[in-house]
């Protein structure tokens, strides 16, 4: 099966076939066609919730594996409510409301988006980047 079909399948479908290292499986989402990313919703279901799945956290369209993070981002952690979905919008202003837990970066101002930029390479130099979200998704 080549990687491009593969990528077709549910994230789900992916667990069984995928390596452990640390005790985590590495999620690989790569995907030449950006529209092939993840979709929000299969996001959704690695928000710490379940401790038999990694924690993933979307910036900017880029998943990252954040589980060695737990104590900040699994279940009843400060930073949990960004785990599970792509919320660039309450990182760069610092916001936990659930209306500010999104993608859209519309409207932030250039210091609120050096705030995310710099959120951006705090994850680039602290944890794995596993995949994106769909690119059709963050534009709907």
């Known amino acids: 099966r080549s990687r491009r079909q593969s990528l077709r399948q549910p994230l789900s479908a992916h667990l069984a076939e995928l390596p452990i290292i640390g005790g985590t499986a590495l999620l690989l989402l790569w995907s030449d066609d950006k529209s092939k990313g993840i979709q929000p919703e299969e ?8 401790p038999t799945k990694p924690i993933l956290l979307a910036i900017k369209g880029r998943v990252f594996d954040v589980s060695t993070g737990a104590s900040f981002y699994g279940k009843g952690c400060s930073y949990n409510r960004f785990t599970g979905r792509d919320a660039c919008r309450g990182l760069a202003i610092m916001s936990l409301k659930d209306q500010d837990l999104v993608p859209s970066l519309e409207g932030l101002s250039p210091s609120q988006m050096n705030t995310l930029d710099q959120w951006l390479r705090k994850f680039e130099s602290k944890y794995p980047e596993v995949g994106t979200v769909s690119q059709a998704s963050i534009l709907e």
């Open 43 to 50: 996001l959704a279901e690695y928000d710490g919730s379940d």
